[in-house]
């Protein structure tokens, strides 16, 4: 008597993937020529409701799901490697998971890539001039040292922070709900979700203040990097839950939250990242005005600022260098030209759209 073989799964054939990836080109070129589309039914239509969605599942729970998904995927594909040798990997099977994995990135966040600009930037302009940013330097290094002095009385020590992890993400969605409407998607920005995550080590190593997990749209701060910087990361991040893909108009939106809160360590926050960014700016051309400005500082702000590069300096490695080339590459192939220097259009933002 025969036993029946048990059936096993079929092998992915190229033709199947040549399917997937044909839907996924249709998608991006839609994406890329229909911007307009992609604002009104994605951004505007489709997004807020996935949102809601996602934070109805997720958003009531204290930590990272998103985190908690990425170790769950780390582990299956250690099995999957494990079992390599019984059931073997076929090429053609990793590209197609990985082009659906990439059609669902598009489709719970990564559209918002290819939405229309909230703010248009001419390519040149008077504002951007050297002149202008120094200007707009002075006024930074005036404004941060006055508000040391106010949350820390001894100028000479580091502003300490009297705000608890959760507190200060509090704070951070309360100013990232002030944004006026034509910033925000989702009807309710009180229901934005800003955790902490569980990766604080590796995200630092990998050169990450904070991310937006863009499948479960829950934002995240690195709470092991300094505390000065957290609550503008937080609004950072929230302004990409916001559906804002740009990574120059998040710190500008971060920036912009940040001066609007009524908690000053919160607003301080602000202040000395955006003075940091304007720095680096003047340095790449006129290093010799940078170490001007920054003599400048208040004794407390210098080892402030001092101290947060030594904690960058102290966890760069081969791996950040890997992880930045990766993202660098990633932004550009998702309609972000600049690639990491992106973040860097948060200078002339300020210039161009004082706050």
């Known amino acids: 008597m025969k036993t029946k073989r048990a059936d096993?799964?079929?092998?992915?054939?190229?033709?199947?993937?040549a399917r997937w990836a044909l839907l996924l080109l249709l998608v991006k070129s839609l994406a890329i020529v229909w911007p307009q589309g992609i604002e009104r039914f994605y951004t505007h239509g489709l997004y807020p409701y996935w949102h809601a969605f996602l934070r109805t599942i997720v958003g009531w729970i204290p930590f990272s799901m998103g985190d908690v998904l990425y170790v769950m995927v780390i582990f299956w594909i250690i099995r999957v490697m494990l079992r390599h040798r019984t059931d073997p990997i076929t090429l053609a099977g990793l590209v197609k998971k990985s082009l659906f994995v990439y059609l669902v990135f598009l489709g719970s966040w990564g559209l918002q890539y290819n939405r229309l600009p909230l703010l248009d930037l001419p390519e040149k302009d008077k504002k951007d001039s050297y002149q202008a940013l120094c200007q707009l330097t002075q006024k930074l290094v005036r404004q941060t040292n006055a508000l040391h002095v106010q949350l820390q009385a001894d100028s000479t020590k580091r502003v300490p922070c009297l705000l608890t992890s959760t507190a200060m993400r509090q704070q951070a969605v309360l100013a990232a709900s002030l944004w006026p409407k034509k910033w925000t998607t989702l009807a309710d920005s009180q229901q934005l979700m800003l955790k902490p995550s569980l990766f604080r080590s590796g995200l630092s190593y990998m050169g990450f203040s904070g991310y937006l997990n863009p499948f479960t749209l829950e934002s995240q701060v690195n709470e092991a990097q300094p505390k000065v910087l957290q609550p503008f990361v937080g609004c950072h991040e929230l302004a990409h839950q916001q559906g804002v893909a740009a990574e120059g108009m998040c710190n500008y939106l971060g920036y912009w939250a940040t001066q609007k809160s009524t908690d000053l360590?919160?607003?301080?926050?602000?202040?000395?990242?955006?003075?940091?960014?304007?720095?680096?700016?003047?340095?790449?051309?006129?290093?010799?005005?940078?170490?001007?400005?920054?003599?400048?500082?208040?004794?407390?702000?210098?080892?402030?600022?001092?101290?947060?590069?030594?904690?960058?300096?102290?966890?760069?490695?081969?791996?950040?260098?890997?992880?930045?080339?990766?993202?660098?590459?990633?932004?550009?192939?998702?309609?972000?030209?600049?690639?990491l220097n992106e973040y860097g259009e948060f200078v002339r933002l300020l210039l161009q759209e004082p706050i």
């Open 8 to 17: 096993h799964p079929k092998k992915t054939t190229w033709k199947s993937v």
């Open 265 to 339: 360590f919160v607003k301080y926050s602000g202040n000395v990242v955006a003075l940091r960014y304007c720095l680096s700016a003047i340095n790449k051309t006129h290093p010799k005005q940078a170490k001007v400005y920054k003599a400048a500082f208040c004794k407390g702000l210098q080892i402030e600022m001092k101290a947060i590069t030594q904690y960058w300096k102290s966890h760069e490695s081969w791996l950040q260098e890997g992880f930045l080339a990766f993202y660098d590459t990633f932004l550009k192939w998702n309609q972000q030209e600049k690639g």
